[in-house]
């Protein structure tokens, strides 16, 4: 038995929609959903949105320098030397955080940020250097 729309037959057994039936291709998904594409990850060659991982080289982070000067500010100059040596270890260690994060421009300011401030504890030890200097030399001349 066949359906014929003209002869008022009704739906044909199994609804409108039964693949391979008059004349209709069966239906296939649209490419793209569900269907693994090249990608490895199976969706956009872009990746997932975000920062994602920086280019070129991480800027100096001046760490060294920065626990230089907190131990001979310790040495020669307690009050002035240490603590600009502190505040230029915090920012040599927000380098390296903003560059994990993918924020270049603000591994870029905290580097600047470290190598300002440990220029002045270096300042700031080299004047308590020659404090220091002063001092002893003028306690050793008035004992003799």
Do not use: E
């Not at 693994?36 to 991982?53: D, K, L």
């Not at 994060?101 to 700031?124: E, H, L």
């Amino acid at each position: 038995m066949s359906y014929d729309p003209s002869a008022g037959q009704g739906m044909p057994p199994g609804g409108p929609q039964q693949p391979g039936q008059y004349g209709q291709p069966p239906s296939t998904p649209p490419p793209g959903y569900g269907v693994p594409g090249p990608y490895p990850t199976g969706g956009s060659p872009y990746g997932a949105p975000g920062y994602g991982p920086p280019v070129g080289q991480m800027p100096s982070t001046y760490r060294g320098w920065a626990i230089t000067s907190i131990v001979l500010g310790v040495f020669f100059c307690l009050i002035l030397g240490m603590p600009f040596g502190i505040v230029a270890n915090h920012y040599a260690g927000k380098v390296q955080q903003s560059w994990d994060m993918g924020d270049m421009q603000g591994a870029m300011q905290a580097s600047k940020r470290a190598r300002t401030w440990n220029i002045w504890a270096t300042v700031f030890i080299v004047l308590g250097l020659i404090v220091v200097i002063i001092r002893f030399s003028t306690l050793s001349s008035s004992s003799s």
